[in-house]
């Protein structure tokens, strides 16, 4: 097991791990409306985030008939706080607000939690449309969540460790990305599934005017929508130090090159939405169990034959 490197910083640094989670949802809501004004033919779009918020703001706050409120807004709370118990355990560089030495046991039991938070949107909401959607993400769910904890086991096995820091350690010389290809693909699938973004929208999709979100409003929307973006900016930032080193790279301070991979990661996930269309769940069900489970399994195979090798 790698030699420990992680300092743990006083709690009082949550509040700048909240600004840079902040920074990273609003760069992905900006280059997605940006994305879309040009295919569109516009320009523009980098304002979308702060032009959206105050819209939202402004909006009067309704809710439907009979319905559970307290679930409801439960659920919507939930996601936009759930991505930061997930970067708690994220290192930039050598600091973390929390060096847990089960951290990836730790991200996958909030990536899980999505699953009762989105349900709970679709039921409280009391709404057909809002209970087709938490349905459809719960199909969703059931396809990508098990490869996803195959791929998160394929570097604890290369590193020999659950801890975030020694995984990140670990990669000196070679990133794991490098010979776990499948693994960082499976991840980044999961993580788009439990953001409930691009192909794995259609909890969302307008044939079913809106689905989980179809009775939002004012600022119960604003929280879901920021939930959405947070989660998948801290999937992204957790794919550096599980596949791309960490904070590795020449001349750059560690923090520097962990925020500089995130980025580039987050930027690819919301360009790809225009690129790959909506999965349908009992679609997506079947490739999920017959191919990314298979394949998941194949790659942790692979990686123990490696690390018993070298051992």
Do not use: C
Not at 34 to 49: D, E, F, I, K, M
Not at 176 to 195: R, Y
Request: proline content about 5%; overall charge neutral; aromatic content about 12%.
């Amino acid at each position: 097991m790698p030699e420990e490197t992680v300092v743990v910083v006083p709690a009082v640094w949550a509040v700048l791990a909240a600004f840079i989670l902040f920074g990273l949802a609003f760069f992905a809501v900006a280059l997605d409306a940006v994305l879309s004004a040009r295919a569109q033919g516009g320009s523009g779009g980098w304002s979308a985030p702060l032009s959206g918020t105050a819209r939202l703001l402004r909006q009067r706050r309704r809710k439907t008939v009979a319905a559970d409120v307290l679930l409801w807004r439960v659920g919507g709370a939930g996601m936009f706080m759930g991505a930061f118990l997930m970067v708690a355990v994220i290192p930039l560089g050598q600091w973390t607000l929390f060096d847990l030495d089960v951290g990836v046991v730790w991200f996958n039991a909030v990536d899980i939690a999505v699953w009762a938070l989105v349900w709970l949107m679709g039921w409280g909401a009391n709404s057909t449309h809002s209970l087709v959607g938490g349905y459809r993400f719960l199909a969703h769910g059931m396809a990508y969540e098990l490869p996803l904890m195959f791929a998160l086991v394929a570097p604890a096995i290369a590193a020999g460790s659950l801890a975030v820091g020694d995984i990140a350690a670990a990669q000196e010389g070679l990133w794991f990305v490098v010979w776990m290809p499948v693994a960082f693909l499976v991840f980044l699938i999961g993580v788009t599934g439990f953001s409930v973004w691009g192909p794995f929208a259609s909890a969302l999709s307008a044939d079913i005017a809106g689905g989980v979100r179809a009775e939002l409003s004012a600022v119960d929307r604003l929280v879901f929508e920021a939930g959405r973006y947070m989660f998948l900016a801290a999937g992204a930032a957790f794919s550096v130090p599980l596949f791309l080193g960490g904070g590795s790279g020449p001349w750059l301070p560690g923090w520097a090159w962990v925020l500089i991979k995130t980025v580039a990661v987050l930027a690819v996930l919301v360009w790809l939405r225009r690129k790959i269309p909506l999965a349908r769940p009992d679609r997506f069900m079947e490739i999920g169990w017959v191919i990314l489970l298979p394949a998941a399994v194949a790659q942790d195979l692979v990686v123990s034959l490696v690390v018993l090798w070298e051992g």
